[in-house]
């Protein structure tokens, strides 16, 4: 293993040879919107004072069809997905226009199923990006199982873009399989080097591209070399890793207790990354039970996120996703505009603001935790907005 003198902040489950800035979670800062609560003396989030705080949804996920070129074995859209519904083109259109109009920062084209499987009146998530203005705040990202991404790849199309995820399982042909149950590693991985040459070779500083590692009961044993096949051959800009979770009720994909154990071995013994390192990341990677919450699920209610269903349903994002008590109206019936700052939207960020505060959360699932965490540090005098200059870098548009 390499030493570091320093350890670096960062978000959950990643992880890099020398960690960077853009993995620290005081990036919720450049919201603004914990320093208005507080400077405006407020305690409570209102119908009156939601919007004045939050006028936008800051990042949305906005998942544009069911349908799905894989079968993982981990999936947590199984039961969701079974209707391979999409959101149509004029909604999809609609939507973005109120939301840039809105003030949103971050737009991420992610599941339900494959995004770049999306096709309504001929057109492709290709033709959206080609199509939209985003104008100069906000930023479009994707999150990818990389099989289809050849239809993006031109300068044209992937300059637009911020970030690109792509979702990785294995380092051969057979682990890789085991895991999606589909015989697309090769395609994957010609279009992964791909898109990394075309940025080399026209110079491109964005989009960053990122591997993320989904560590599953299948590959867990081969998370070492997995991590050198996509570091040495690859050459993302940066990899992420995360275990996967049971997100649906009845889900039993988490790795087991002596696989969690076992893996820890691995990160310690096998995996090349910083020494000092290691221990914050296995905290990241496997998080210690009965985690302390914050006094808030500040995210939820200062309005940081917001994800788009295929059915057009808008839910306030959470580890448990469309669960349909918490959905807070449907973009074919309402736009986007009448459903932010709603009465049905207050009552739901209540609703989950409780749940979080009595223990009710499963916080070892949640990204916005640590995000909770450091506005609980602001108002308590212990950490200040970072500089302005490191928004892109820290990737400021997402959250």
């Known amino acids: 293993m390499k030493f570091m003198e320093e350890k670096k902040g960062m978000t959950p489950l990643s992880v890099l040879d020398q960690p960077k800035v853009e993995f620290e979670e005081d990036k919720v800062l450049y919201t603004n919107r914990i320093q208005k609560f507080s400077d405006l003396g407020y305690t409570e989030i209102t119908k009156e004072n939601f919007l004045e705080i939050s006028p936008a949804p800051w990042s949305v996920d906005f998942q544009f069809t069911a349908v799905c070129n894989q079968h993982c074995s981990f999936c947590s859209y199984e039961d969701r997905n079974k209707h391979l519904k999409k959101n149509s083109y ?12 809105m003030g949103t920062r971050g737009l991420i084209y992610t599941g339900g199923g494959e995004p770049l499987s999306w096709r309504d009146e001929g057109k492709t998530i290709k033709d959206i990006v080609l199509e939209q203005n985003y104008g100069i705040q906000t930023k479009p990202s994707l999150v990818t199982n990389g099989v289809m991404l050849n ?30 149950k589909v015989n697309t590693f090769k395609l994957q991985t010609k279009n992964f080097k791909n898109i990394m040459k075309l940025k080399k070779d026209y110079n491109l500083k964005y989009p960053e591209i990122q591997a993320k590692i989904l560590i599953t009961r299948e590959n867990y044993k081969y998370l070492a070399e997995i991590y050198n096949f996509y570091k040495n051959e690859i050459k993302p800009d940066h990899i992420s890793m995360r275990c ?5 009720e009845g889900q039993d994909v988490e790795l087991l ?8 071995e691995i990160v310690k013994q096998k995996l090349d990354i910083n020494e000092a390192y290691v221990e914050d990341f296995l905290n990241s990677l496997l998080p210690p039970p009965n985690l302390i919450p914050a006094t808030n699920c500040w995210t939820i209610k200062l309005g940081h996120n917001l994800l788009i269903s295929t059915l057009g349903e808008v ?7 469309a669960t349909k008590e918490y959905c807070i109206g449907n973009l074919n ?8 700052g709603s009465e049905k939207h207050l009552e ?21 935790h640590k995000y909770n965490k ?3 540090d602001y108002l308590e005098n212990k950490t200040l907005t970072p500089a302005s200059s490191d928004f892109d870098l820290k990737h400021g548009y997402y959250l």
Do not use: A
Request: with cysteine; charged share 30%; net charge negative.
């Open 90 to 101: 004029g909604l999809v259109k609609r939507v973005h226009k109120d939301l840039i109009e």
């Open 151 to 180: 239809t993006l790849i031109s300068p044209e199309i992937i300059s637009k873009f911020h970030f690109i995820s792509i979702s990785v399982y294995g380092h051969n042909e057979e682990v890789f399989k085991d895991v999606v």
């Open 244 to 248: 996967v979770n049971n997100f649906e």
């Open 257 to 264: 207790p002596s696989q969690k154990e076992e893996l820890k």
């Open 315 to 321: 839910y306030i994002e959470i580890p448990y996703g």
């Open 333 to 340: 019936e309402k736009s986007i505009k009448e459903i932010w």
């Open 348 to 368: 739901v960020i209540n609703m989950l603001n409780n749940r979080m505060t009595s223990l009710g959360c499963d916080l070892r699932m949640c990204r916005h």
């Open 374 to 376: 450091v506005m609980d």
